[in-house]
């Protein structure tokens, strides 16, 4: 697949060599005083995809730096994370996950009740916009026997609204939060899809540098990736079509062991390898230095992976979506973005 693909791999990359030579030309021609390079990645990448007809073989090349090279950024991300910063995110932000997966669930409920002709569209709205975007909708529709045009529409509603969270997001974290750790909850918690939650601190890091608003987004994202080991047996259970399962006890160990994203276990062992070796090798100079250039290899591999996240945004079939899925989708993403924002605020996260 990758010698099918290394057209691709080549198109994104001369995508995003593009965007790195005219950073400064455009600051220039539109007196900006900073361009975030990953903000323009993304706008070349959603440029190209949607205006160029583009061969089979880029597309195979896109989806893989998209999935696989952004996978790789997150893993390594891993070894700029302590244990203690990892604890410490996971019990300030797990509150306002669980809450917040509540508050969109009830808003199913309501929409169900109001809407009963997109009950299962909504259910499948509510699961990516509150857990974790494209992936919670792709691991559910397959238990909830999901139609593929339920699924396909999904999927774009919610690349719609965590696409426009991640232009606008960035900015609206320092017009209303103050610390590092309620920037990094916001981001984590109220964009849909990891892709897109990593994006976004990405852009934030090019406007206010500063890596731990990025890795704060990255471990609360992680930690709600993870509530996909809980949504998979609920959906089994309540779902009426589980009773006809003959291995249902398999069946359930097995859905719910291939929720696990690998790129997960593999942030965490990062995690782990970085505790470790700062105990043997805290002040060695040779040590910082692979830490320094491993940065500026996470910022390359971020800098591909969001080039493709803007190339696979096909503006034509998220416009042509009707105005039912378009609003279900704005109004799970307006109760996210509202009841992150109250709890951050009620919790005191935004104390400094």
């Known amino acids: 697949m990758l010698n099918k693909s290394l057209i691709g791999v080549f198109f994104i990359t001369f995508i995003y060599l593009l965007a790195?030579?005219?950073?400064?030309?455009?600051?220039?021609?539109?007196?900006?005083?900073?361009?975030?390079?990953?903000?323009?990645?993304?706008?070349?990448?959603?440029?190209?995809?949607?205006?160029?007809?583009?061969?089979?073989?880029?597309?195979?090349?896109?989806?893989?730096?998209?999935?696989?090279?952004?996978?790789?950024?997150?893993?390594?991300?891993?070894?700029?994370?302590?244990?203690?910063?990892?604890?410490?995110?996971?019990?300030?932000?797990?509150?306002?996950?669980?809450?917040?997966?509540?508050?969109?669930?009830?808003t199913y409920v309501l929409i169900k009740k109001i809407w009963p002709t997109q009950k299962d569209l909504s259910k499948l709205l509510a699961i990516g916009t509150s857990i974790c975007?494209?992936?919670?909708?792709?691991?559910?529709?397959?238990?909830?026997?999901?139609?593929?045009?339920?699924?396909?529409?999904?999927?774009?509603?919610?690349?719609?609204?965590?696409?426009?969270?991640?232009?606008?997001?960035?900015?609206?974290?320092?017009?209303f939060f103050l610390t590092d750790i309620a920037k990094g909850i916001f981001l984590g918690v109220s964009i849909h899809d990891t892709s897109q939650v990593l994006a976004a601190a990405m852009v934030h890091n090019d406007l206010h540098p500063n890596q731990k608003t990025l890795e704060i987004a990255t471990i609360t994202k992680i930690i709600r990736n993870l509530f996909l080991l809980a949504l998979i047996p609920i959906l089994i259970l309540f779902n009426k079509s589980s009773k006809n399962n003959k291995n249902k006890s398999k069946s359930v160990f097995v859905k719910i062991f291939n929720s696990i994203p690998l790129f997960v276990i593999g942030f965490i062992l990062f995690v782990t390898f970085r505790s470790i070796m700062d105990i043997y090798f805290f002040d060695n100079e040779k040590w910082m230095q692979f830490l320094v250039m491993l940065e500026e290899i996470i910022s390359i591999l971020f800098g591909l992976a969001l080039t493709a996240l803007g190339a696979s945004i096909d503006l034509r079939k998220i416009f042509n979506q009707g105005y039912a899925a378009l609003l279900i989708g704005m109004t799970f993403s307006f109760v996210s973005l509202v009841s992150v924002t109250f709890l951050i605020f009620i919790l005191g996260l935004n104390v400094l």
């Not at 952004?70 to 932000?93: M, T």
């Open 20 to 106: 790195i030579f005219l950073k400064q030309p455009l600051e220039y021609v539109f007196n900006l005083t900073l361009l975030p390079l990953s903000l323009l990645s993304l706008i070349l990448g959603i440029f190209f995809f949607n205006i160029f007809s583009i061969s089979s073989n880029i597309v195979e090349g896109r989806e893989f730096i998209k999935k696989n090279i952004l996978q790789l950024a997150i893993i390594l991300l891993g070894i700029k994370i302590s244990f203690a910063q990892l604890w410490r995110v996971s019990i300030e932000s797990i509150f306002v996950i669980i809450t917040t997966i509540l508050l969109i669930f009830l």
């Open 133 to 175: 975007g494209v992936t919670a909708i792709l691991a559910s529709s397959s238990i909830l026997k999901s139609k593929d045009q339920d699924v396909a529409v999904a999927v774009l509603v919610v690349v719609l609204w965590g696409s426009l969270a991640v232009f606008t997001y960035p900015f609206f974290v320092e017009l």
